[in-house]
Every structure is written in structure tokens, then in C-alpha cells.
């Protein structure tokens, strides 16, 4: 079974910290991606991967930045955390490029940012 | 724009039959996904549609019509673990998923 593990399940910090969220997957997928997931709001992409050190932005990188220095890990950083940054933050790994792979995700980051 | 549209919330009893839909406004198509999500947890992958049609996969079927922009989520049987959000996700043509906001789903004994 795939897995996504992420670092921490719930996480507090206050304004203009920088806040590093990670993301491991054990199935040797291509692919990762950084979302958030607000009340009323479909899932957000922050940002996407395809390749160790490539990335991509998504539709809401502002604030953010990410880094895949190994396949299997890849971590969303926020350089100095604000109060709307508040959120759950949602990892995904989905392998190659069939247009039917589903996206595995892991069990949510809730940030607070106070 | 990209524009996903399902309802925020459904209720349904034990035993019934529930519809979900979803209809969608996307830069290109190539496929339709439905998740699932239990409260605090992550989505887990119901179903993919690319062609019109039903694809049926036990309790759970989805539906698709390209040319209508909708697709919809069948649950037969429900069962009280059914209770979650179902989300509805569209390919579009950079093969990015736009997520709709979740079906909650109540299922009441």
C-alpha cells in the first residue's frame, strides 16, 4: 500500500515564523503536491513537483516555497507565517503521467498561525 | 474560469440509494474524479471517469456526460460509515485537478 506521511498532524506558530511542513511518500512516485483545504473552498494547489529539484507553481504559491531535494520527500516552507496562512495543508504523491493515477494522499497538517 | 459545483450537504437514511452531482467548467478535459473524506482525514480515490457513461465498482457507481459538463457519485446500500465528504475533481488540460468545495453526506439510521 502506498503510503504519505507527513511530519506533524497539528502545528502551531505564531506570525512570522517560518514554518516548515513535510511530506515523505514510500512508493517511488514522480509526482507530489502541496495543497490547502479551507471550509467551503475545493482543495487549493500550492504547488507541484514532477522530477527531484523541479517544481511548479500552482494556482496560490504566494508565501510559500517548496523543496525536493530527494524523490521521497518534499517539503512546504512558509517563509514568515501570517494569520490567513491558517489551514489544512495536504500532501499528495501519485506516480507517472497516466491521466487515470490517482493522487495518495497523507492524513493533513492542520497549521494555526496566531 | 474553472468552476466546480456540487451541493455543500445531503442527507440520507440507512439502506437508501443517495445521487451526488457535479458539474464542471474546465480549461480542457481529460477526467473526472470522486474522493472520499472521513472528518480529519485524507482523500482516498473513489473513481475515475473519462468516458460517458456508468462505471459501477460495488456500492459505488459514477456517472459521466462530457458534452453536459456533469457528472454524478451513486451510493447504493448506504451504510453509516458512507458518512463523509465526497469531492469532485476535474482533469483539465494541463492535467491538473480542479476540486469542487465537498458533498458533505449525513447518514441518518
Known amino acids: 500500500d502506498v503510503k504519505v506521511t507527513q511530519s506533524s498532524r497539528y502545528l502551531v506558530k505564531r506570525t512570522g515564523e517560518k514554518v516548515f511542513l513535510e511530506c515523505v511518500q514510500d512508493?517511488?512516485?514522480?509526482?507530489m503536491f502541496w495543497y490547502r483545504q479551507d471550509p467551503g473552498l475545493g482543495l487549493r494547489l500550492i504547488y507541484f513537483?514532477?522530477?527531484?529539484?523541479?517544481?511548479e507553481k500552482g494556482d496560490i504559491p504566494e508565501g510559500y516555497s517548496v523543496s525536493r531535494e530527494k524523490k521521497e520527500r518534499f517539503s512546504l516552507i512558509l517563509e514568515s507565517a501570517s494569520t490567513n496562512q491558517t489551514s489544512m495543508y495536504l500532501c499528495?504523491?501519485?506516480?507517472?503521467?497516466?491521466?487515470?493515477?490517482?493522487?495518495?494522499f497523507g492524513p493533513g497538517t492542520r497549521l494555526t498561525v496566531l | 474560469g474553472q468552476n466546480i459545483d456540487q451541493p455543500t450537504e445531503m442527507t440520507a437514511t440507512e439502506g437508501a440509494i443517495v445521487q451526488i452531482n457535479c458539474t464542471y467548467q474546465?480549461?480542457?478535459?481529460?477526467?473526472l474524479f470522486w474522493y472520499q473524506q472521513h472528518a480529519g482525514e485524507a482523500p482516498t480515490f473513489l473513481s475515475y471517469?473519462?468516458l460517458d457513461g456508468l462505471e459501477e465498482k460495488g456500492r459505488f457507481s459514477s456517472f459521466l456526460s462530457r458534452s453536459k459538463g456533469y457528472s454524478y457519485l451513486l451510493l447504493k446500500e448506504l451504510q453509516m460509515k458512507d458518512s463523509a465528504s465526497y469531492l469532485c475533481?476535474?482533469?483539465?488540460?494541463?492535467?491538473?485537478?480542479?476540486w469542487g468545495a465537498g458533498t458533505k453526506l449525513i447518514i441518518k439510521p
Open positions: 471517469n473519462v
Open positions: 474546465t480549461s480542457g478535459f481529460n477526467g
Open positions: 499528495a504523491s501519485k506516480s507517472g503521467t497516466g491521466d487515470s493515477d490517482e493522487q495518495f
Open positions: 475533481a476535474s482533469m483539465d488540460s494541463n492535467y491538473q485537478l480542479i
Open positions: 513537483s514532477y522530477d527531484v529539484k523541479m517544481k
Open positions: 512508493m517511488d512516485h514522480e509526482n
